[in-house]
């Protein structure tokens, strides 16, 4: 007769009772293309409106070469520091049931961007009220967990006064610092792992 395969996640022990094992992680992905990203993801700010700032930027590996399949979402306050947001990405038709996406006019809060074939993406969006960062989660091949991370705007950002930017030192701290290149750009790498010349980011955990 043959052996019975043990079923994954468990552990066979004759002289007790029987236990099972944590289920492992897998890596992130792989991204599907229906609501990942979607039309329009990373235009947080409604057409048109004064104010709106552009935070773009490279994703990049432990080999600081760029990363063209990973997905970063972007979470914020409106200006005025409501956290209630819009109906976004998957708002449907009510008569058809067709996903709209986005009205246009008002801010949602939330965006979703893929980065490109050179791991880059691009976010409009207005200024964040009550703090001085956007915050960003990180989902790219070979992570077991998506990643957490602020993108903090320097017109915005005493580091003297932040909590979590003073506990860091100067060199970790820079790496959640968003660069301003001019009026209303500014640029802000995620580096997934430090590549010997660039810190990695400086990733976050909640508990």
Do not use: K
Request: with cysteine; proline share 10%.
């Amino acid at each position: 007769m043959g052996h019975r395969p043990r079923r994954p996640g468990r552990h066979l022990d004759r002289g007790g009772p029987m236990t099972f094992l944590p289920t492992p992680s897998q890596t992130v992905g792989p991204f599907y293309g229906y609501a990942l990203p979607f039309t329009g993801g990373g235009n947080i700010a409604p057409a048109g409106e004064p104010g709106t700032i552009t935070v773009h930027g490279q994703v990049f590996d432990g080999a600081g070469a760029p990363v063209p399949d990973a997905l970063l979402e972007f979470w914020q306050p409106a200006p005025d520091g409501s956290r209630t947001g819009a109906p976004g990405s998957l708002r449907r038709d009510a008569v058809t049931g067709a996903v709209v996406g986005r009205t246009g006019v008002e801010f949602t809060g939330f965006g979703r961007v893929a980065t490109d074939a050179d791991g880059r993406y691009v976010l409009r969006t207005l200024p964040p009220g009550g703090v001085p960062y956007i915050s960003v989660c990180v989902f790219a091949r070979g992570l077991l967990h998506h990643l957490f991370t602020r993108a903090y705007l320097p017109h915005l950002t005493d580091p003297a006064t932040e909590p979590l930017l003073r506990s860091l030192p100067e060199h970790r701290r820079a790496t959640l610092l968003a660069v301003r290149e001019r009026e209303g750009v500014h640029r802000f790498d995620v580096r997934l792992q430090d590549d010997g010349v660039h810190e990695e980011t400086v990733f976050l955990a909640f508990e």
